[in-house]
């Protein structure tokens, strides 16, 4: 089967926490000054990948639980596994600070070029209380936008993408219409990819030779298309499309 073009696709479909948001900027952010005051001492890559550890320990056993909703329990975990104390105002604190999670340095100028030729759609395993100030940190990019509290389940549940194609489907959007965007293999590229949908990696740790906050995904598979950020996707598309 011949790689479609991008000017084929109406409809982009993003992940949103390490696609768009700088996720690992934000933990770090938290992490260091709370565990400074506890005079432990982690190396960046050390947080990252606990969090990581601990993230893919709750999507396994509790699918059905948002992001947002994991964070206080991820911080609890990580902290037992460090034997130190974590209190639960501690953990309210981690969870409240995805307010303030900074998006990428090129999101906001590529959504707002992507805008003028695609609809696009929020597809986060984030709820929607975090979504509205993830949104507003990106100037409020999308035009259709789809929660983990809203589907009742987590990525990479393939279950996700079906409601995808069901909450798009009055709108005149199929899958072919579609490019899944996103910077996780584990959540995103995987899962999308065995439904048939088209992909777009934003293979954002691609310099890192590690996947940091992200859990490992069994394999890593060959996507529709591949990029190393928004910008250079972006670029892609002048290319493909102009």
Known sequence: MNKPMLNEFNTLTFDVVGTLIDFETGILEWFRPTLAKK?????????????????????RIAPDKPFTAMLPLIYRDMASQWNIEASDNEADEFQKSIQSWPAFADTVAALEELKTRYRLVAVTNADAWALKYMSATMDDPFDEQITCDEVGLNKPDPRVFEYVLEKLAPLGVSKGDILHTAQSQYHDIIPAMKLGFSTMWIERRHSKGSFGATPKPSRVVEPTFHANSMEDFVRQVREQVD
């Open 39 to 59: 005079s432990v001492e982690k190396t960046d890559e050390e947080i990252l990948t606990g969090f990581a550890i601990c993230e893919d320990r709750y999507q």
